[in-house]
Structures are given as structure tokens and as C-alpha cells.
């Protein structure tokens, strides 16, 4: 009878555990979570909060075009397959990836247009062109700003240290710096290796889309730097939230497990969850290859 209660006991303590740590590391990343679906939101609404629109047109917009009838990739494949060496097996899983882009311009706006392979859908993003200013390298013909670097210089001490060959600069840090130019401010962004700078009027930019500008980076922030400092703090956080989307599931199901009423629908909604989400990965691989 004793051993009987004492199990009982621990396994109610296992349950009182796993919804405290259910409760608390919810609460405690409820920040980090929100961040997150905020700017992944951002990222599949990419002109909200945005002076750009975003407009989809039917296949018709195409007639007439070069892009009204795209070249059939199994036509294309089998050309391709004619000029590679004799004893390969017929071209397979053929498909297209990817979707063709073209770029433009009038006097007030700019112009990025998608067209999907097949030609079925067409999407235009227009974004407002700032009223003409004076840009600050207009007169700048070239630059030749002395750097410690360039991409010809030596790098076969640190080659070696690191045992790692043919090692060559190919990219050094931006340098940006704002400048004024009355009541306009004015970012540089100055290449060394390349001795270019490119300038960017800020004014071009809301509050609004700067905020989300610093969301979405935040958002793509990955993998530890060499040195401890606030990018690798939010590394940490990173993980953490990772793996309290973990724990969050396994208390979840067992929370939901001692719930012998809900068993049942539970099941269902698991199973139809977890069928839904190996269709679309499968369906998914076969359009995108991955």
C-alpha cells in the first residue's frame, strides 16, 4: 500500500514539475516568442509597415511577352542531356526552381517584378522614389582611400597558423558614417577592399521601416561569433528559446496525456497535424528540390 502511494506521489510531482516548467519558461521567453512570430510575419508580408506595395497579376498580363510561354523544362532538360558525356541514365525528377525577376524604373517609383516559372502568377513590388537631391559622390569620381588591406595581400602566416591552404581576403567590414548636407543625412558605405562607397539619403526611410528593418536582421541573427559580446548573448537566447520550444511540446503531451477525457480528440488532432505536416514537406521537396 506504502509503495503504492509513494509512486503516486511522484508521479504527481512529475506533473506539478513539468507545468511549472510549461509556465515559467513561458513566461519568462514570451518576449523572444512574440519577437519572433512578429518578424516572421514580416517576412512573409514583406510590404507591411513598408512605403513599397505589392501587387499579384494573373497569367494574362504575360500575353504578348517573351515570359507568356517559358520554355517546358523536360524539353530543356532533355537538350541539356544530349550534350553531357554518353552512359548516363535519363534525366529524372525535372522541375524548375526558382522564379524569374526582372528590375526597373520610371521617374517616381521602382519597379522589382517576380514571374513564377510555368508563367501562372506575377507579383510587382513598387516602392516611391525620393524627391531629387544633390547626392554627396556625384562629383566623387573614384576613390583611393590607403587601407591595410587589400585582396592581393599576404595571408600565409595566418594560412598557416590555421593549416588551412590557398587562403585569400576576399571581404573586409563596411565602413558606414553619416554625413549632413543641410537639413538631408546622408549614409556612407565605404568598401576598403574595393575602395567604392555607396550613399543612401535617410530621409528615404520611415521610423516605421526602419524598426522593421532592425526586427527582420534580428530576426536572421545566427550562429555564435569567435567573441563573447552581445551577438553571442543573443546566441544563448537563441538556444534557450529552442529548447524550451522542446520542452513546451513534451509537457504539453504529457499534460495532455494525463487528461484521460481528451485522450481521444487529442489523438486525432495530433495524428491529422502530423500527417498535414509530412504531406507538405513531401510536397514541398518535390517543388522546391530540398
Do not use: C
Not at 63 to 70: E, F, H, K, R, Y
Amino acid at each position: 500500500m506504502v509503495p503504492s502511494m509513494t509512486k503516486r506521489r511522484r508521479r504527481q510531482r512529475l506533473i506539478l514539475l513539468a507545468r511549472r516548467l510549461h509556465l515559467y519558461f513561458g513566461l519568462f521567453l514570451l518576449p523572444w516568442v512574440l519577437l519572433y512570430g512578429l518578424t516572421a510575419i514580416f517576412f512573409n508580408h514583406p510590404a507591411a509597415f513598408h512605403s513599397r506595395s505589392l501587387t499579384h497579376y494573373g497569367a494574362d498580363v504575360l500575353d504578348g511577352s517573351l515570359l507568356a510561354d517559358p520554355p517546358a523544362a523536360a524539353t530543356l532538360a532533355g537538350a541539356v542531356y544530349d550534350q553531357l558525356p554518353e552512359g548516363l541514365s535519363a534525366p529524372e525528377n525535372i522541375r524548375w526552381v526558382g522564379r524569374y525577376r526582372l528590375r526597373g524604373s520610371d521617374d517616381h517609383h521602382r519597379f522589382t517584378v517576380y514571374v513564377d516559372a510555368a508563367g501562372q502568377g506575377v507579383s510587382m513590388y513598387s516602392t516611391p522614389l525620393p524627391p531629387p537631391s544633390e547626392h554627396p559622390l556625384a562629383a566623387v569620381d573614384s576613390l583611393t582611400v590607403p587601407f591595410a588591406y587589400s585582396k592581393d595581400s599576404d595571408v600565409s602566416a595566418l594560412a598557416a597558423q590555421l593549416g588551412a591552404s590557398g587562403l585569400a581576403l576576399s571581404n573586409a567590414p563596411t565602413l558606414l558614417f553619416d554625413v549632413r548636407d543641410g537639413d538631408q543625412r546622408w549614409r556612407i558605405e565605404y568598401d576598403p577592399l574595393d575602395q567604392s562607397a555607396e550613399a543612401t539619403l535617410l530621409s528615404e526611410r520611415s521610423e516605421i521601416e526602419n524598426t522593421r528593418n532592425f526586427l527582420t536582421r534580428l530576426h536572421k541573427l545566427h550562429v555564435y561569433p569567435a567573441s563573447a559580446s552581445v551577438r553571442w548573448l543573443w546566441s544563448v537566447l537563441v538556444d534557450v528559446l529552442g529548447a524550451a520550444m522542446i520542452l513546451w511540446s513534451m509537457t504539453g503531451l504529457l499534460m495532455w496525456w494525463k487528461l484521460k477525457h481528451l485522450r481521444r480528440a487529442g489523438a486525432v488532432v495530433l495524428g491529422s497535424a502530423s500527417m498535414a505536416m509530412v504531406l507538405l514537406a513531401l510536397s514541398l521537396f518535390a517543388s522546391l528540390g530540398y
